[in-house]
């Protein structure tokens, strides 16, 4: 058993994890601003993440073996719980995102076309970080989400008070009404309605994971030992026309593309450029990987019954 500490937790794979956790037989304890609360006999701290005093006030003498947080999106909240959780665990664990090796928002290095992207193309330890720009607005944060993940990676990445690790997560699926984007209900509601998906003219792969294989993945870095950026996907990448033949073999109708020129507006997970990245070294440090073909079939019969979402 473990004391672990989850930062977040209130909805998704988050809220799973939780759950697993707790199932595990670890000493779980959620900190969130109270929206949702934790389940049955999972102590409860209800603080702003941002307000370091009344983080600080609120965890009191408490130490963890592990702290996991699930919402942690620019420097100044990653640098907040340096200093918070120095001393206070011996392993952080940030969750992360696929879209900090988006070549769109940053000047990463190159990679051989075709190869999915490793883990050492963002590497945390040479990122530069900018805690002064105005990562407190909602409007910046939206923008600037990849590089706030970056900054946020690379100011844990270089803290002293405990081992860190990022994992960084591909395209989460899979849930129905729990999937708040909505993506995945954008493809189902349009193929569904034989309304066009607007494509680029040549959409290169991306990948993908469920969220309960996201949630089973947390829970062993968790219990893990490695240090470092992870990345976290399902086997088998996708195009979005892969994408849409799967989703139209399920709902039984055929896919509609329209090609779009070159900066138009494109459906989710169209993209123009390189977006799959490696599992290689989750893969060698012991965790399984399922296929994304085996579990997106079912993805798409959970989101039949989603609500209409908007389009993109």
Known sequence: MQKILVIGGSRYFGKLLVQRLQAAGHQVTVINRGSVPPPAGVEHLVVDRNDEAALTAVLGRRTF??????????????????????????????????????????????????????????????????????????????????????????????????????????????????????????????????????????ALPTVFIHYEELAELLLWAAGADFTGPLNACSDGPLDVHDLTAIIAAQVGREAVHRTVPAGGEVSPFSFDRHYAMSNARAKELGFVFSHTADWLPGAVAEALTTEPSPTA
Request: proline share 7%; net charge negative; with cysteine.
């Open 65 to 202: 073996d592990v702290v996991v947080d699930q919402v942690c999106y620019t420097p100044v909240q990653a640098a907040i719980a340096a200093r918070v959780f120095a001393g206070r665990t011996r392993r952080y664990v940030m969750t992360s995102t696929i879209e900090v090796y988006d070549p769109a928002t940053a000047a990463l290095p190159a990679v051989p076309a075709g190869t999915p992207v490793p883990e050492e193309n963002a590497d945390p330890a040479t990122w530069l970080v900018a805690t002064d720009l105005p990562w407190h607005d909602d409007a910046y944060l939206e923008a600037h989400y990849a590089e706030g993940k970056r900054q946020a990676e690379a100011v844990l990445a270089r803290a002293d008070g405990f081992a860190f690790a990022s994992v960084r997560s591909a395209h989460v699926l899979g849930g129905g009404t729990q999937e708040f984007t909505g993506r995945l209900a954008h493809y189902v509601e349009r193929i569904t309605g034989g309304e066009e998906v607007a494509v680029h003219p040549k």
